[in-house]
């Protein structure tokens, strides 16, 4: 039940929300995705608290995930008799983040191409798996898909668990409102981006687990650590080991891909006066948003070598939906509140209806079926409210923290060589 009603959920929910924010990015002409569009409809309290949760806990823990799906396949071909080390893991995937950093801190043209083609390597990786498992299909094997979700309880709560972990695996159809700013002609690209995308990562998706099953069956993928090595090691034979590289590549392009948006986040929230200044400045030569990006290099290491990111990232999952199930609510309220705004790109009404809903029936749900991780989560998200009045509406700070801020802004833009935009273009 959890792993069907997950696809049900990922397919129909990523699927409306990828159009809702297609329209929300052509409507609101600003980088910063969630942050921008809840600041626009529901004002400053809600938006500082969606960054606050997305800098100190969501981005962290979330990259750190991936790049320790980079780490454990980047090493696999050198562990193929034995169990792989965490602390290799951990170490090679501390590698990993610092080099992703440093990339999107040296050259925004640069983090691109990588990009573009690291995406090749993905689709590449996807081919490898496909193409066998289309075969294995042709031949007959179909024993794995009888019944393969017997057993499974089917009740109401588990709704939220596989609504969480399913949508986790599309995460991303809603990074490139993030770059609103930077995106060439955004009326036309930005519709004909998310859709093509979504259509490609659907089908990708879907063909890849119909391959996994051709060959594993679903205890045996349960069991995996490492599915698409296992998958290649009884199908593919020598050219396995090809397999775990192009693997990491592709974790290697979404940790790129989630720093080079992320970043334009908490650089859009720096300029709104909702983060401290220094991370609104881009470097003096290489006009890169070099503070927005190294802030996060600290705080993913502390999450990365700090315990069970997993359980980190439950607590979080119910406050990341909220928000986007908010962002999405804020498309419908504009609809009605202002009915003359130029829409370049426009859905039928329900579908933000649908997903705003099932974001928010699946976090109030979160709250009786595990309502110690929400309840957590619901803590954590809370404190960004003493913080914004705190250290955005009180105005009236001491003259020592004054001057010591503006010390240290000052210290920092020397050592990192980075002035305000002014007129500057990323």
Same mark, same amino acid.
């Given at each position: 039940?959890?792993?069907? &009603?997950? #696809? ?20 609101? !002409?600003?980088?910063? /995705? ?20 997305? $800098? ?14 980079? /780490?454990?396949?980047?090493?696999? @071909? ?11 893991? !951990? ?26 083609? $690291?995406?090749?390597?993905?689709? +590449? ?21 009888? =019944? ?11 709704? %939220? ?18 770059? +609103? ?6 009326? *036309? #690209? ?18 890849? #687990? ?19 090595? +296992?998958?290649?090691?009884? $199908? ?7 397999? @775990? ?12 891909? /989630? ?16 983060? %401290? ?35 980190? $990232? #439950? ?14 609510? /804020? ?8 009915? =003359? ?6 859905? %039928? ?21 595990? @309502? ?8 954590? +998200? ?13 105005? !009236? *700070? %001491? ?9 240290? &802004? ?13 007129? !500057?273009?990323?």
């Amino acid at each position: 039940m959890t792993n069907t &009603t997950g #696809n049900v959920l990922k397919f129909c929910c990523c699927c409306s929300g990828a159009l809702s924010y297609a329209e929300l990015g052509t409507s609101i !002409k600003k980088s910063g /995705g969630h942050y921008t569009y809840i600041l626009e409809v529901f004002g400053p309290l809600l938006a500082f608290v969606r960054v606050w949760v997305e $800098l100190l806990i969501i981005r962290p823990g979330a990259t750190a995930v991936i790049s320790l799906a980079f /780490g454990r396949y980047i090493l696999e @071909p050198f562990f193929i008799q034995c169990e792989i080390p965490e602390l290799a893991i !951990k170490l090679v995937t501390a590698v990993g983040i610092t080099v992703v950093m440093v990339l999107n801190s040296m050259s925004v043209s640069w983090s691109a191409r990588i990009q573009i083609f $690291l995406t090749f390597c993905k689709l +590449t990786a996807i081919l490898i798996i496909i193409v066998p498992g289309v075969i294995q299909l042709i031949k007959g094997h179909t024993q794995h898909f009888e =019944d393969a979700f017997s057993g499974r309880d089917a009740n109401l709560m588990g709704l %939220p668990l596989a609504f969480y972990y399913g949508m986790y695996a599309y995460a991303g159809w809603f990074y490139l409102n993030f770059i +609103t700013e930077e995106v060439e002609n955004p009326e *036309k #690209n930005i519709p004909l981006a998310i859709c093509i995308s979504m259509a490609i990562i659907t089908v990708g998706y879907v063909l890849t #687990n119909v391959a996994y099953f051709t060959t594993i069956s679903a205890e045996e993928l349960l069991l995996s650590n490492a599915v698409a090595v +296992t998958f290649s090691e009884r $199908l593919l034979g020598n050219f396995s080991l090809a397999v @775990p590289i192009f693997v990491a590549l592709s974790c290697f392009g979404s940790m790129n891909g /989630g720093v080079f948006a992320v970043s334009r986040l908490f650089y859009v929230a720096s300029r709104e006066g909702h983060l %401290p200044e220094i991370l609104s400045m881009i470097h003096v030569h290489k006009h890169t948003p070099l503070p927005a990006v190294i802030v996060l290099h600290p705080l993913t290491m502390i999450m990365l070598f700090s315990g069970d990111l997993y359980s980190l $990232l #439950n607590f979080l999952s119910f406050a990341r939906w909220l928000f986007m199930g908010l962002a999405v609510a /804020g498309l419908i309220y504009l609809r009605y509140k202002r009915p =003359d705004m130029h829409r370049p790109f426009k859905v %039928p009404l329900f579908i933000p209806a649908l997903f705003s809903f099932t974001c928010l029936f699946m976090v109030v749900l979160s709250l009786y079926s595990d @309502p110690f991780s929400t309840g957590v989560g619901f803590l954590i +998200t809370l404190t960004g409210v003493p913080a914004y009045y705190l250290f955005i509406v009180w105005d !009236k *700070k %001491p003259k020592w923290f004054r001057q010591l801020s503006e010390r240290i &802004t000052r210290t920092l833009q020397i050592i990192l060589e980075v002035v305000p935009e002014d007129s !500057k273009e990323l």
